[in-house]
């Protein structure tokens, strides 16, 4: 028998780190951005720890410089820096993380959900984009040397003495033809707002050599420099200290869309993960407004990428929000989830603040629930089709708008009628003339116009036992009919028989039963019904492409 260690060949695992092990390019910007906001993390904590000594309240920040002319970017910051043993351990052993290393080493001391890197591999992902790499730093440590790195994307790197003066690093990449895109300006910035919006430390973009820009008069304006980011994002804040006006701000600023809200939900929890987050019901409108909605989702402050499918469940991709969950199981390229039962959970409790959030509001303000069911339902109702769970905890709260123009639960409904039937309207224009008769009547019915009504009838049926849906225009209940005995009932009987006769003829169907019967109303003189039952059938044949059967 012989044992021993496979061996690696550096050669041969890079060009594959370099092309499959990130599907998106621009992912370099996170990872080196995240890496300078780490080195910046670990400082002020040995800092807080007596490890290291720094300059009094420093301000720390991230600096994104694009050239170009020289075709380079440069991610700048005042972090830890690095000794050339650093480098080497760190930098030039791949998928050695110095974040797990510094994790190991201060594992009681330090608050690690600030700290995002993990693998070891994120540093290399400069290669995507950079035919050459170079580090220059300058660690804060006592003593310590600058350094410069660089390397061309092969396995040789070179390492000599630096020129850095001040604490820090700057990674500077020389863009090559695959990353030639991203020496536009916009793009660029772009992509810093996308992964970097919500990081902890100031982020500033600049465009080296760009002409300052003039007033009419030709004189420069200044302006004083912003950060790319927010520091501190909305949702990260206690729920107390955050006002409406915030709210849709962030909504705003986050979303690009200019509707308000209908409202949100606030999700903060340390225990038992750590998840954070605002999740906002937008205004939906019409059927015909795409039900389209945006979930990102950050880690530690970090976009990791919008509406991952394993997080959050279907339906709630309807809403806009973020979340934050530093606690993921992510794997190297952070956009896949490891596949993990926590997920599951993660994805429950996000569902369970949903339905308690609808509960609430139906409870104490109802009113202000009934104001946005009209918008609401669809997502409500197509929540319930998909997820069993969320079903059960809001099927009490199910609205109906009656042709009366109120809104009454399930419950309530039935309560004033006569049998557990629901009658409902699919069309309030062509079924005008069954809703006038209805209210003549002072017989009650909904409005199910959406297109997930079909299915959110049978879901309740199925749900309620006992209960069924019968359309306006379905049978005839027992107010509107009036037995009158004057007429024969053989004469009935024979002009049924001659109307279903010619009804089969006309529509060439064997399966026809007729059945005439007297209406009580007067002003009207026949109405033509058509059994709830077939209607149905005649429906699904429908979708399924089978032809109308009359
Ligand atoms: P990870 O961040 O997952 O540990 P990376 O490949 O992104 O792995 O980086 C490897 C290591 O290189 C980091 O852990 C850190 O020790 C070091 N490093 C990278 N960038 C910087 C920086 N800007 N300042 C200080 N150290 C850095
Ligand atoms: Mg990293």
């Not at 410089?65 to 020289?70: F, Q, V, W």
């Not at 970097?196 to 982020?203: L, R």
């Not at 997820?387 to 609205?399: A, N, R």
Request: with cysteine; hydrophobic share 35%; net charge negative.
């Amino acid at each position: 028998m012989e044992k021993g260690s496979l061996s690696i060949h550096s050669e041969n695992i890079f060009p594959i780190i370099k092309k499959w092990l990130y599907s998106d390019h621009d992912i370099f910007v996170r990872e080196l951005v995240s890496n300078a906001s780490d080195a910046i993390t670990k400082l002020k904590q040995l800092s807080m720890m007596n490890e290291a000594k720094i300059e009094e309240n420093p301000t720390f920040k991230i600096d994104v410089m694009l050239d170009e002319a020289s075709k380079t970017i440069t991610i700048s910051d005042n972090g830890l820096g690095m000794t050339d043993e650093e480098i080497k351990k760190y930098i030039n052993q791949i998928a050695f993380s110095g974040a797990e290393d510094f994790l190991n080493q201060y594992k009681d001391k330090s608050d690690k959900e600030q700290i995002i890197g993990h693998f070891g591999l994120g540093f290399y992902s400069a290669f995507m984009v950079a035919e050459k790499v170079e580090i220059h730093t300058l660690s804060y440590k006592k003593d310590a040397q600058p350094v410069i790195w660089h390397c061309e994307g092969g396995t040789e790197f070179e390492m000599k003495e630096g020129t850095r003066q001040t604490r820090g690093t700057d990674i500077i990449l020389h863009v090559g033809d695959d990353g030639k895109d991203f020496l536009n300006e916009f793009t660029l910035k772009e992509t810093l707002q996308k992964y970097c919006s919500f990081m902890p430390y100031e982020i500033y973009f600049t465009v080296v050599g760009k002409a300052p820009e003039t007033d009419e008069e030709g004189h420069v304006i200044i302006e004083e420099p912003k950060p790319i980011n927010t520091i501190l994002p909305l949702y990260a804040k206690s729920p107390s200290d955050c006002t409406d006006e915030e709210y849709k701000e962030f909504y705003r600023n986050t979303f690009k869309d200019f509707r308000e809200p209908l409202f949100w939900i606030h999700l903060n929890m340390d225990y038992p993960f750590n998840l954070k987050g605002i999740l906002y019901f937008p205004k939906f409108n019409t059927e015909f407004d795409s039900l389209e909605g945006q979930i990102k989702l950050y880690n530690s402050q970090v976009f990791v990428a919008d509406n991952i499918k394993e997080v959050i469940p279907e339906f709630l991709l309807l809403l806009k929000g973020v979340i934050d969950c530093p606690d993921l199981p992510l794997n190297v390229s952070r956009s896949f989830l490891q596949n993990d039962g926590f997920v599951r959970k993660i994805s429950n409790y996000i569902t369970k603040k949903v339905g308690d959030k609808l509960n609430g509001l139906f409870k104490t303000e109802r009113e202000t629930f009934e104001g946005f069911w009209d918008d609401i339902n669809p997502f409500i109702k197509f929540g319930g089709l998909k997820d069993e769970k969320f079903f059960e905890s809001i099927q009490k709260i199910y609205l109906f708008k009656t042709i009366y123009d109120k809104y009454v639960t399930l419950d309530e409904y039935l309560e004033n009628a006569e049998e557990k039937k629901v009658f409902y309207v699919t069309d309030r224009l062509l079924q005008s003339q069954y809703i006038n008769l209805f209210k003549a009547h002072e017989l009650n019915a909904v409005i199910l116009e959406h297109s997930i009504d079909t299915a959110f009838i049978s879901h309740m049926e199925a749900k309620n036992e006992g209960v069924s849906f019968t359309r306006v225009d379905s049978d005839l209940t027992d107010h509107m009919k009036e037995s009158d005995d004057s007429i024969d009932p053989e004469h009935i009987k024979k002009v049924q028989n001659d109307l279903t006769g010619a009804f089969k003829s006309a529509v060439g169907l064997e399966k026809v039963t007729l059945k005439i019967e007297n209406m009580k109303d007067a002003s009207i003189a026949s109405m033509m019904t058509l059994s709830e039952e077939a209607r149905r059938m005649q429906d699904m044949m429908k979708m399924y492409g089978m032809g109308s059967m009359g």
